[in-house]
């Protein structure tokens, strides 16, 4: 198993892995990631999204644009914000931005900062 990240998608891939350890963020099986051109707009008007968490069919999907995350530190930043959504998605409030949203991602940010940058590396990307 390879882990050298060649792309955007594959170092996200080795970061939501990482993030999963640390976090306990989901089950096997239970999540699915996309890296897809573009997510559209909103029903209440709003530009094209960077991410987005849904469910489909049972499981979680976390889908990061590459048309609006043109680099990988941004597409990154994207999957922890989308990350704490996760977090908090059992709880019913995955998709409110209210301070217990912003005190997760803090956590995720800053464990990333710290040491999950690195740690992450080591995570296989196929």
């Known amino acids: ?5 060649k792309s955007r ?3 996200c891939v080795q970061v939501l892995r990482w993030l999963n350890e640390e976090f306990d963020l989901f089950e096997d099986g239970s999540l699915r990631f996309e890296f897809v051109d573009m997510i ?3 029903p209440e008007g709003k530009d094209a999204l960077e991410g987005c968490v849904f469910e489909h069919r049972g499981k979680l999907v976390l889908q990061i644009s590459a048309r609006n995350c043109r680099t990988t530190s941004h ?3 994207v999957l922890i914000h989308e990350a704490a959504h996760i977090a908090l998605w059992s709880t019913g409030r ?3 931005h209210g301070d217990e949203f912003w005190r997760t991602y803090g956590r995720m940010a800053d464990a990333y900062d710290h ?3 690195q740690d992450s590396k080591t995570y296989y990307v196929d």
């Open 75 to 77: 597409a990154l930043d």
């Open 94 to 96: 995955g998709l409110l």
């Open 115 to 117: 040491h999950g940058c």
């Open 40 to 42: 559209q707009a909103t």
């Open 1 to 5: 198993m390879r882990t050298y990240a």
């Open 9 to 11: 998608f594959e170092r």
